[in-house]
């Protein structure tokens, strides 16, 4: 168990049933956090992450149905969590789609446009109005010391892909709302961080496996391999083991060196 959870504490992962979701879920688990596992679809996927969970030291693990892109759901996800635990002390903004296809910037249509930036943006957004406004109420009322809210944006929040832009666009946004949330929030006691991931392998990448293989052996990382679901579990959960208590609105990349320019 690390230094902030004292086994009462509660962490949510949005998507957390299946891929990087998992991963932080499974991380936040062994380190003694209770998890709310938010699901859209995949409720068996999302059972069986909840009793991986618990086997890793979890004192409750619970999934819960709700589309981040509906707003109204995203209010019920947070009054079942409150109705249930009394508290959230770690807000993981996981959930995202890629687009259904890859097509030429010149080529993207409107619908997914529309369609990525709800659940990647317009969604997270209002989820983090909603849950940011129950963390100060339980800062303020003692009940949790300090709240902290993860986004997972993208290496390609500052990476263009011209084949998927809707995807791209939708990332850069949501890291401006990461630093706009840490800025807002800094006085309530409620902090904020953005985890970058880099080339990840779930079932979004399943799509570019191979190619993504072959470029990942040619050096397009300096650290030459895929990503796990777990690297990324693990900078989420030191985030959230309280060893940053002066810091907020910081970016963590998690992608092998993927970011850094080389020459
Ligand atoms: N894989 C990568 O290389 C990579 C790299 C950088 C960033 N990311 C980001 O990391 C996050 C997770 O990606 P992943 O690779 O793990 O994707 P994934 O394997 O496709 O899993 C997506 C997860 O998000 C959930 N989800 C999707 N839309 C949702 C919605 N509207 N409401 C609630 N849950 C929803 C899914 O739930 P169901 O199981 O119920 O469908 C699933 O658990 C995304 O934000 C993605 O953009 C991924």
Redesign the pocket.
Known sequence: MNSRSNGSQVAVV?????????GIVLELAASGFSMVV??????E??RDCCRQAEALGAPRALPIQ?????LD?GRRLAVEILDAFGRIDVWVN?????PESRVDLLDTTPESWDRVTS??LR?PFFLTQTVARRMIDLAERGIVAQPLIIF?????SDTASVERGE?CAA?AGLSMVAQLFAVRLAAHGVHVHEV??????????RPVHDAYSARIAAGLSPIRRW?T?AD?GKAVAALASGAFPFSTGQVLNVDGGLNLRRL
């Open positions: 949005t998507g957390g049933g299946r891929g990087i979701g998992r938010n699901y859209r679809r995949d409720a996927a999302a709700a589309d981040v892109a509906d759901d996981n959930a995202g789609v890629a659940m990647n969604g997972i944006t993208s290496i390609s995807y990332k970058r991931p880099g080339v990840i392998e779930t079932d979004m990448t990503g679901p990324v």
